[in-house]
């Protein structure tokens, strides 16, 4: 019998917004589960032991509250202290590889979603102690149990007998299954934060009468917005604030109160929590600061708050803060301190960073830049990034999502949504830290080619989110995604009324990877119908100085309704007093006969700010001070129209993976090697790698010369002599390695010779040799935050020194495997260069896939060299001709599933290392 397993401790959003703890049961829940029966009604009872039952012997609540957590397991959901759920299985005696389920939920917490969320962990834990199947006894009334099965993604078999069905469902996780928890994830998630963007009624604990107070501005805002709905101010010390009657405690309002912004010393934040919880406030904006931003006793301070709002069902921004804002009309609700509100539209925007965000909201409105909602998450220490994405993924006012990320929570769970949520909606993001000294001091070469940037980036090109280096990049490319369509490809028109600015356009264009075709014959003769002789209509398009709106407008329609380009940039330097709004107006009546049909920019290099000029009624162009923002903000928009065309990809199964005896090897190891672990030797990294189908080389390890002579008979000469040694982890530095044996005396002397260049000798490795082949590395480090990150690039001693690699997070699809190989600058060496014989890329695909496979299949696994693989010619396939990996226990209970749990509120509560 394990322990309490309280890695299952698990906050959830229900389908109503509401939020559930869920916990393994234990043997102190007896009382609670004796309550929650009798509060069961008679036909739940029924349904549940099929029988009237009126009450549960002492002996039935000792059994039903004291289970192994293994072969009998019962899952917990409570709210306020109160058991209001239940669902268990009991392993099959005579068929022990499934288990019997059942359920049971409190009447009036029935049809909230409790039941799925109950099997979604049952399936998870039964998979980790080999359960295959879940088996089900359901009475014909018992409709809603039939929908909880029929609704799970899982395949039913279902058969009637003697008035019972009988529905039998493999555990196996399943496309099926996984698309059915994002939806319910993606509907709960949205209706708990919902209280916070679309409030009835809104209280501002701590509103202050000083109007430069925070509490003063924040409250100003709500009532200068014209808010909906009341808004009622809650000072102990004050009966008005600004003209309108306070309150001592939010519980002495006599309206019902959805919303609540608390801006109070941090020192009385949990007590003004409590009272929101007693008055059934729904949604709180933490604004005080002084939690985990300053150290230990914060966190602490900052744990009881957020139990608190857990146990009442609430969902919290924040702490530390600078509010919310949402420009619909039907709410507008301006809940900053922010001294400014932007114009409305249609780009969702969340900023880790509360002073920054005042400064992103002026530059919106300065920019004329329309938002649909704001949340400046601070601390994040309940409703997080990802939360907000799962809300915007199904906001119709929403069409572009803009993130400024400080770290990442949660970075898996991102990964999974983020990705769903791209091809619907492109997400920009800036990501601060990207020069902090974050490569980690490591001892294998996929260690020190990694760093916490490196994962930032293999994440976002994995989702298809657009990173970009600069807030003012930012921007760039949002005001660019809100108003134009995604460009259909990398071919670009430039039209201009100067030499200088067309020049500088095609070469910013041209080195962000973008082409600017030379029209045909046909379309330079239809633009050369309103152009002087003076002019070139090659593309760019220069029109010269004197050229005015009728010519832009001629040449715009033609190149707007040509094929030969996906985009156009119309560049404009003021050489009359009026011809800015003239020139406008052409830009803007071609944008409007265009239809959204092609991706139109603008670059007018004028000190006028001709934002206003450049938008009608359906038609707003993005316009640019300098060509080079304008090519970089399309190059970006261009790389994710490319990253919405490529299929989505596969994670392939290889029907011949032993995992389990991957698992056996990995366990004994540590046995061996303690807490710490350590590195793996050269026969368990063989039998490791053997049980995931990744060949090695016939080798053998041996302690003296003698025996080196005779395994390099045995094996077959040439061989390879490597010593074994802690001290020795890149051998060839030391002169560890000595290749190409042939003859005994060779192999004796090379023997004494990688023996003498380390004092801890453990042994000497005899390999056979791969003679031919490109060299390349494949491996995998553990990153604490994001996960297994597996590496690729060209291989041997100057893999460090030359960098050419790529990263992908696991898992990773056959279609990221074909671009990590494809996207370093030697790939071309692989597919035969010169006198470079091509080698076996799908044999290199095939091993990044199943360094991946095995990477989240055995988390102890924290590095992982294969370094070299030779990759043979096409056909042959490749060998990894050495390997190392290092292994360290995880922490009890630690699983990749549960650190990514659909539906899931807040962070995991443990992390991979022990």
């Not at 939020?19 to 102190?28: H, L």
């Not at 070469?445 to 298809?464: E, R």
């Not at 220069?542 to 005015?548: E, Q």
């Not at 095939?846 to 043979?872: K, Q, T, W």
Request: charged fraction near 25%; proline fraction near 6%; hydrophobic fraction near 45%.
């Amino acid at each position: 019998m394990r322990s309490y397993p309280d890695e299952y401790e698990i906050d959830t959003a229900l389908r109503d917004g509401g939020v559930v703890r869920f916990r393994p049961i234990k043997p102190e829940d007896s009382k609670k589960l004796h309550e929650f029966f009798h509060r069961l009604g008679p036909e739940s009872r029924y349904f549940r032991f099929f029988r009237v039952k009126k009450d549960l012997s002492p002996e039935e609540l000792e059994y039903f509250t004291n289970v192994d957590y293994e072969d009998r397991m019962a899952f917990v959901a409570v709210h306020e202290g109160n058991i209001i759920g239940v669902g268990r299985y009991d392993r099959v005696e005579d068929d022990p590889q499934y288990a019997e389920v059942a359920f049971a939920v409190e009447d009036e917490h029935q049809n909230r979603g409790i039941g799925s969320q109950l099997l979604q962990l049952m399936t998870t834990h039964s998979r980790k102690h080999q359960i295959t199947g879940f088996r089900a006894f359901v009475l014909p009334e018992n409709v809603q149990m039939m929908r909880l099965f029929r609704n799970s993604g899982y395949r039913l078999e279902r058969t009637l007998d003697e008035g019972v069905y009988s529905v039998n469902f493999p555990v196996a996780y399943s496309e099926d299954a996984r698309a059915a928890e994002e939806e319910r994830e993606k509907r709960a998630v949205s209706a708990s934060v919902l209280p916070i963007f679309y409030p009835r009624s809104i209280a501002v604990i701590g509103a202050s009468r000083n109007r430069a107070a925070i509490g003063g501005r924040l409250f100003h805002n709500l009532v200068k917005g014209n808010f909906s709905g009341p808004v009622f101010p809650v000072n102990p010390k004050a009966d008005v604030v600004n003209s309108v009657r306070a309150y001592r405690s939010v519980v002495d309002i006599p309206d019902p109160v959805d919303l609540a912004f608390i801006v109070v010393p941090a020192r009385f934040a949990v007590d003004a929590v409590k009272e929101c919880a007693d008055k059934g406030v729904r949604g709180i904006v933490m604004i005080t600061a002084g939690f985990s931003e300053l150290g230990e006793e914060g966190r602490r301070m900052e744990q009881e708050l957020l139990d608190v709002v857990r146990s009442a069902g609430m969902r919290m921004v924040g702490p530390n803060c600078m509010g919310v804002l949402n420009t619909d009309v039907a709410v507008s609700m301006d809940g900053t301190f922010a001294p400014v509100f932007p114009p409305r539209g249609n780009v969702a925007m969340s900023s880790q960073s509360g002073a920054l965000g005042i400064a992103i909201l002026d530059y919106a409105l300065r920019n004329n830049i329309g938002i649909s909602t704001f949340v400046s998450v601070g601390n994040k220490a309940d409703v997080s990034g990802n939360d907000l994405l799962l809300y915007w993924e199904g906001d119709p006012a929403t069409d572009v999502i803009v993130l400024y990320l400080e770290s990442f929570g949660n970075p898996r769970r991102f990964a999974r949504v983020a990705k769903r949520i791209a091809r619907k909606k492109p997400i920009v993001a800036v990501k601060s830290g990207r020069t902090q000294a974050g490569t980690r001091a490591a001892s294998s070469h996929t260690g020190a080619l990694a760093s916490a940037d490196v994962a930032v980036d293999a994440l976002f090109n994995q989702t298809g989110v657009i990173r970009t280096n600069t807030l003012e990049e930012l921007f760039d490319v949002t005001v660019l995604l809100a108003n134009q369509p995604v460009p259909a490809g990398r071919r670009v028109g430039v039209i201009t009324n100067a030499g200088g600015p067309g020049i500088l356009a095609a070469d910013a264009l041209e080195s962000n990877g973008l082409a600017l075709p030379e029209f045909s014959t046909e379309l330079q003769a239809e633009l050369r119908k309103v152009l002087s002789e003076e002019a070139s209509t090659r593309n760019p398009v220069d029109l010269i100085a004197s050229a005015g709106a009728t010519e832009y407008a001629h040449c715009l329609n033609a190149m707007l309704e040509s094929d030969e380009v996906d985009a156009v940039i119309a560049s404009y330097i003021p050489a009359s007093p009026h011809g800015t709004v003239e020139v406008a107006a052409a830009l803007r009546e071609a944008a409007a006969r265009n239809h959204g049909k092609k991706t139109f920019l603008s670059v007018f290099m004028s000190y006028e700010d001709p934002s206003d000029l450049l938008a009608g009624e359906d038609v707003r162009i993005p316009t640019y001070l300098f060509p080079e923002a304008a090519a970089v903000a399309l190059a970006r928009a261009v790389r994710y129209g490319e990253w919405l065309d490529t299929p989505e990809g596969e994670f392939p199964s290889f029907d011949d993976l032993q995992v389990e005896a991957g698992r056996a090897i990995v366990a004994k190891a540590l046995e061996r090697m303690g807490p710490e672990g350590g590195w793996m030797e050269p026969g368990e990294v063989e039998g490791v790698l053997g049980s995931f189908g990744i060949l090695l080389p016939r080798s053998e390890v041996v302690h003296t010369a003698e025996e080196a002579v005779k395994v390099a008979a045995d094996i077959g000469r040439p061989v390879a002599v490597k010593v074994i040694s802690p001290s020795a982890l890149h051998k060839s530095d030391l002169g560890g390695v000595l290749l190409g044996l042939r003859g005994d005396e060779a192999v004796h002397e090379a023997f004494e010779k990688v023996t003498s260049v380390v004092d801890e000798v453990e042994g000497v490795l005899i390999q056979e040799m791969v003679t031919s082949g490109h060299e390349v590395l494949v491996g995998m480090t553990e990153d604490p935050l994001f996960g297994p990150l597996i590496v690729f690039g060209m291989g041997g001693v100057l893999v460090e020194l030359v960098g050419d690699v790529s990263f992908r997070i696991t898992p990773v699809t056959d279609l990221e495997a074909a671009e990590m190989v494809r996207e370093i600058k030697s790939a071309r060496l692989l597919e035969g260069y010169r006198s470079y014989p091509a080698g076996d890329i799908p044999a290199v695909e095939e091993v990044i896939l199943r360094v991946s496979a095995l990477a989240d299949s055995i988390p102890e696994i924290r590095e992982m060299d294969l370094n070299p693989v030779m990759v043979l010619a096409p056909g042959e396939g490749a060998k990894a001709v050495d390997a190392r990996i290092r292994i360290e226990p995880t922490a009890a209970g630690w699983s990749p599933e549960l650190v990514d749990v659909p539906g899931r509120v807040g962070q995991p509560r443990v992390a991979a290392s022990s």
